[in-house]
């Protein structure tokens, strides 16, 4: 009986949509135009915005609270930036001094088989913070302008993503340009910097020896 009502439990559970962020209902404005604040819903679809204090704008910038800005679909837009993919790509802004981070989240199934979560981020960016049910996935480059962190212990199950800004100095460094978030099946790779660190050591441990059995 249990493992039925388990199995019906996610079979019912929702996919997660709107990934990618493609499916914005607000109006379009003209190359240059912006809206603040704009509609949450219309801007974010199957997405709750969070974070206290945290506002919403439409290719516009906060000047100083935590905001969740969509930019597109026509570019370049006022604040100037381009699309990550497709039409529409979402700016996270975090001060520190009105709030804390801004946040979008979003329930659903991650889907059997789930090893990893990707996504795309602006250049050079890397101040992206990632938890399932609260927990923080630790995220790694795996090159292409992407993030990635290992999930694999929620695969198959119905969880909360919350997708945010890292917190650090609270000026441009704590802005994050997203876009195209993935569930894969393809387990995150070990980070290489370790390799040469490891040899590094290990030459240099060899070496004192080398110079402890000379004397």
Known sequence: MMAALMLLQVASAQSFVNLNFEQATIA????????????????????????????????????G????????????????YLPLEGYYSVLFQYFEIAGPP?????????????????????PGQSDAAVSINGIPIPLVSIGD?????????????EALLTISTSTGNGFRGDWLYIDDIQFSSEPVPEPTTSIPIAL???CFISGRKAIARST
């Open 28 to 63: 379009p404005t003209p190359p240059g135009g912006w809206m603040y604040p704009a509609d949450p819903v219309q801007c974010f679809p199957g997405w709750t915005v969070g974070g206290s204090g945290t506002v919403v704008s439409y290719n516009d910038l906060s000047l």
């Open 65 to 80: 609270a935590p905001a969740v800005d969509l930019m597109g679909p026509q570019f370049p837009n006022l604040p100037n």
């Open 102 to 122: 801004p946040t979008l989240s979003q329930a659903g199934l991650i889907p059997a088989g789930t090893h990893s979560i990707n996504f795309l981020v602006g």
């Open 145 to 157: 302008g992407r993030l990635a962190g290992d999930v694999s212990a929620f695969m198959d199950t």
């Open 200 to 202: 590094s050591i290990l």
